[in-house]
């Protein structure tokens, strides 16, 4: 057998696994709570900086492949057996999703 | 000692005359320190000597009993009667075909797992082992050890739902001995396993669910072996493409 | 004798034969949760981008009775995710030192621990 280039998907999968382990679970209490740092002008002067849209850019890019790659398991295991193009639609959507994100950062 | 009873619920199949399984009942008079294989064997002496199944050592050293008691893979020689309330169902190993009652057809796993070479390789230019020998200090040792100790039974693959869903995957005892002689400080055959356990149906049909070091008898960890199977695959495949001047020459 | 081996049917009931199936499951189902949430991040990014009254519309779409049950759901999701996640870790990443390992719950601690400050630090910053 070939050894297989499984590692380009998986390798993101992890990161992003570890990266919301991490970091998803405050995120989504400020989220809830919106505090005076989710205000408006102080996410612009945050968001403005180079340094926090790449932040930004990798943590939605990341997390967003790391929920697909999951995902694609899991529908595998509940029976859908059409793994090549389950695969292809949600990385196909994750990248569609993080350019967005790059998008809309640069226009801030 | 005290004599109390239990009920067995027992898978039969004879391949001659059965077009599927059916479960039969022995009501087994049993002592506080019988586990499922000695009611197994009273069974057979006392009451039907028609039931098959595997089993030779008694006491979790060759991995021959295994089966599913109350849907759980358990060595018959590990688990007292004593601890179970109740009727007691014996199942053969699942995701194995039956061959006949408790027996299954293993030719799968013992195919699978020659091909990961489960031996020494030498490395090139070490003594033969007729002309000199191997040294291993104990931090080499203990660097594999709880992967020797895998005995082959199987508990792994009855546990495992990725191998039920897909037979070609390699599954975790095959994988895990693979690791045991990869870590070895003695073995140069990694390069010649990683084509099997890197391959799409080696260590990357895990999507991790750690049954099968949950069941494990012997407490080894071939959930564990996968992953690093997997983080170690990684590494090698970006060297490969995004840095191939690391690569050694073959 | 005749070899004729009965091939068990797989179906699904498989995730409800052990509660180990089930906790999985619910594992896995988390990339739900955590990959909507963060679908609605990146649609605030829009929102912040077009202005002061697109970002409040946003805040205020969060605020809203679904909004709230979505992110509850969400947190308890992401946190049960970090938590089978850090505590797989020393599996995946085992490390010997000198000749011992080293135990499994310093390494999932240590885990622990970072989360408990990146998740404190972020909290100094935002209230």
Redesign the interface.
């Known amino acids: ?8 998907v ?2 993101p999968f ?1 990161a992003g ?2 990266l ?13 709570l ?5 205000a ?1 002008e102080s ?2 002067a945050l ?1 403005g900086h180079w340094l926090a849209k790449l932040g ?1 850019a990798a943590v ?1 890019g990341l ?2 492949w ?3 790659h ?2 694609r ?2 529908l ?4 859908l057996r059409a793994d090549t193009l389950v695969a292809a639609l949600l990385y196909a959507a994750t990248l569609a ?1 993080t350019g ?2 790059i998008y ?2 640069l ?2 | 000692m005290s004599e109390r009873r239990v009920e067995l619920e027992v898978l039969r199949y004879n391949p001659e005359t059965d077009r599927e399984p059916r479960f039969q009942r022995y009501d087994v008079p049993f002592r506080d320190d019988w586990v499922v294989l000695d009611a197994l064997n009273h069974v057979k002496e006392a009451l039907d000597p028609t039931l098959s199944y595997r089993w030779s050592c008694h006491m979790a050293v060759c991995g021959s009993c295994g089966m599913m008691i109350n849907g759980e893979p358990k060595l018959a020689c590990k688990a007292f009667l004593r601890d179970y309330p109740g009727t007691i169902r014996v199942e053969p190993l699942r995701h194995f075909p039956v061959e006949r009652d408790l027996v299954t057809v293993i030719d799968d796993f013992v195919a699978k797992l020659a091909r990961v070479k489960p031996w020494l390789v030498p490395k090139e230019g070490a003594p033969a082992a007729a002309t000199g020998e191997l040294r291993q200090t104990p931090a080499q040792l203990k660097r594999y050890k709880q992967f020797t100790l895998c005995i082959n039974c199987m508990l792994c693959y009855a546990a495992c739902p990725e191998y039920g869903l897909i037979p070609q995957y390699l599954g975790p005892a095959a994988i895990a001995l693979a690791h045991r002689w990869n870590r070895d400080s003695r073995d140069g055959g990694r390069d010649a396993r990683q084509e099997e356990i890197a391959a799409k149906e080696g260590a990357w049909e895990c999507t991790f669910v750690g049954a099968c070091s949950e069941v494990c008898p012997e407490h080894v960890d071939p959930a564990g072996a996968i992953q690093q199977v997997k983080i170690e695959s990684t590494v090698d495949w970006y060297q490969a493409h995004l840095m191939p001047w690391t690569r050694k020459e073959k | 004798m005749s070899r004729r081996p009965y091939v068990r049917p797989i179906t699904s009931e498989w995730i409800f034969r052990h509660p180990r199936y089930v906790r999985y499951m619910v594992r896995e189902f988390s990339c739900l949760f955590i990959g909507g949430w963060t679908v609605l991040m990146v649609w605030g990014l829009k929102q912040l981008a077009e202005g002061p009254a697109a970002w409040a519309a946003f805040l205020e779409l969060l605020r809203s009775p679904a909004g709230i049950a979505f992110q509850l759901l969400t947190l308890a999701f992401a946190a049960y995710h970090s938590v089978t996640w850090f505590n797989l870790t020393p599996k995946a990443l085992p490390l010997q030192v000198g000749e011992d390992f080293v135990p499994d719950w310093v390494i999932a601690g240590a885990h622990f621990a970072g989360w408990a400050v990146v998740s404190l630090l972020i909290l100094a910053w935002a209230l």
Do not use: E, H, N
């Open positions: 057998m070939a050894r297989s280039g499984k590692p380009l998986w390798g992890a696994g570890t919301t382990a991490f970091l998803t679970p405050v995120l989504v209490v400020l989220t809830l919106q505090p005076s740092g989710l408006y996410m612009q968001a930004f939605i997390s967003l790391s929920a697909a999951r995902l398991i899991t595998y295991d509940l029976g999703c967005a994100a809309y950062l226009k801030i």
